[in-house]
């Protein structure tokens, strides 16, 4: 198995619901990562789990909560999302620290 | 500070020529660069990617080149194809888990 996977590929939610984001990966890769993408932009970095713990955080809102349950699995947890939130979350693994990291496909998002 | 950028936004390109897209990226400390390709609806995917001590690289259809004494990174694509439409990003890395992103260029392949 070579590839991130990611679940839902759509989410609508409104400022109030609380949802999640799920990524999986199977390629024993001990890192992974959460990124946000607005529209013809890069992707930007949110967070990133080694070894199932947070390495980084970059400065992201608490209403944003990651959780790596094994070393296959990373949520991000959504709750009182703002409108400006929507864009595209993508996660991505990589076997360490230096290496290249592959991508899932994405969850769109749109809060309402 | 550190940054990764692109010469150019969008490249339009006749199907069946090559295509080069630049980069120019101002961390002297990098030694990992990456080329992405995103086609719309998707996750960036990994095409090509090199390290500081090579000054090409190869692939099936891709080379990627690098020029340290200028700080510079470019992705050749041979015998363009309607499917390489995409944005394409250049990525650097200097140790650690974060990795850089350029603008991104789009791509166009005219048939």
């Known amino acids: 198995d070579t590839e991130v996977t990611q679940t839902p590929k759509h989410l609508v939610m409104g400022m109030t619901n609380k949802k999640s984001l799920k990524c999986e990966q199977h390629?024993?890769?001990?890192?992974m990562y959460w990124y946000k993408q607005k529209a013809k932009k890069p992707p930007e970095l949110m967070f990133v789990?080694?070894?199932?713990?947070?390495?980084i955080n970059e400065s992201v809102p608490s209403r944003f909560s990651p959780e790596c349950p094994n070393s296959s699995l990373l949520n991000l947890h959504l709750h009182a999302l703002q409108p400006e939130d929507s864009a595209l979350y993508l996660c991505?693994?990589?076997?360490?620290?230096?290496?290249?990291?592959?991508f899932g496909p994405g969850t769109r998002l749109l809060v309402l | 500070g550190e940054s990764v950028g692109l010469h150019l936004p969008t490249l339009s390109v006749q199907e069946g020529d090559n295509s080069i897209i630049n980069c120019a990226y101002s961390n002297s400390a990098s030694d990992y660069f990456i080329w992405y390709k995103q086609e719309s609806g998707k996750g960036p995917q990994f095409i090509i990617d090199i390290r500081s001590n090579m000054d090409k690289r190869q692939g099936q259809r891709v080379t990627v080149l690098l020029n340290k004494t200028v700080k510079h990174l470019s992705l050749q694509i041979a015998a363009t194809q309607p499917g390489d439409s995409a944005v394409y990003f250049c990525a650097e890395k200097g140790g650690g888990f974060k990795t850089i992103f350029g603008a991104g260029t789009r791509l166009f392949v005219k048939a």
């Open positions: 390629m024993g890769h001990r890192a």
């Open positions: 991505a693994s990589s076997p360490g620290r230096d290496e290249t990291q592959y």
């Open positions: 789990y080694s070894y199932e713990k947070l390495s």
